[in-house]
T-cell receptor, first 114, second 113 residues
Framework: GQNIDQPTEMTATEGAIVQINCTYQ??????LFWYQQHAGEAPTFLSY????GLEEKGRFSSFLSRSKGYSYLLLKELQMKDSASYLC???????????????FGKGTKLSVIP | DVKVTQSSRYLVKRTGEKVFLECVQD?????MFWYRQDPGLGLRLIYF???????EKGDIPEGYSVSREKKERFSLILESASTNQTSMYLC????????????FGPGTRLTVL
């Protein structure tokens, strides 16, 4: 099984930097995803980490430490449109069906204020 | 452009009704998923399918069944809807291999009265 924890809500100021943390306790691990979900819309893929270290993609970066069971999503130069929920998801290789499942955290609702 | 579509954005049904939620993807993906999303509980996996006519239970399959007769279509069935099945239902699909990104449909907001 998987246990994934992330803060419920965060608030940050336009133009600032915010870090959203995710910790996980898993029986198996084969990668971690971050998704963005605007209110009333479907989640969209942001990033994927399977090895330790930082993955940078424009204003967004994601970090993984497998030994610590820890990841964070870093958002720079915040814009109002970044107000959304951010979902951390762990890939579990042990589905027993030749495929795998994603287990999602409950999401962090980020509010960007002027 | 990848595309996952769901038959309805909003649906209102009565307790005891049989409900069909349809999902279609045009990316030739092998894997398809049904989730429900509730405030404070996040996304929870109901069922998934890794091939035509194959299905696997997720974390919360009780009260649901699924059908995958064609590769592009994955249906979620509520045999007898209950009020506790009021939720947002999200379908997703994914290829096998690579970074295996899951693509989500727009969701169906189901209300059971």
């Amino acid at each position: 099984g998987q246990n994934i924890d992330q803060p419920t809500e965060m608030t940050a100021t336009e133009g600032a930097i915010v870090q959203i943390n995710c910790t996980y306790q898993t029986s198996g691990f084969n990668g971690l995803f971050w998704y963005q979900q605007h209110a009333g819309e479907a989640p969209t893929f942001l990033s994927y980490n399977v090895l330790d270290g930082l993955e940078e993609k424009g204003r967004f970066s994601s970090f993984l430490s497998r030994s610590k069971g820890y990841s964070y999503l870093l958002l720079k130069e915040l814009q109002m449109k970044d107000s959304a929920s951010y979902l951390c998801a762990v890939r579990d290789p042990a589905s027993g069906a030749g495929s795998y499942q994603l287990t999602f955290g409950k999401g962090t609702k980020l509010s960007v204020i002027p | 452009d990848v595309k996952v579509t769901q038959s309805s954005r909003y649906l209102v049904k009565r307790t005891g009704e049989k409900v069909f939620l349809e999902c279609v993807q045009d990316m030739d993906h092998e894997n398809m998923f049904w989730y429900r999303q509730d405030p404070g509980l996040g996304l929870r996996l109901i069922y998934f399918s890794y091939d035509v006519k194959m299905k696997e239970k997720g974390d919360i399959p009780e009260g649901y069944s699924v059908s995958r007769e064609k590769k592009e279509r994955f249906s979620l069935i509520l045999e007898s809807a209950s009020t506790n099945q009021t939720s947002m239902y999200l379908c997703a699909s994914r290829a096998s291999g690579g970074t295996d990104t899951q693509y989500f449909g727009p969701g169906t907001r189901l209300t059971v009265l």
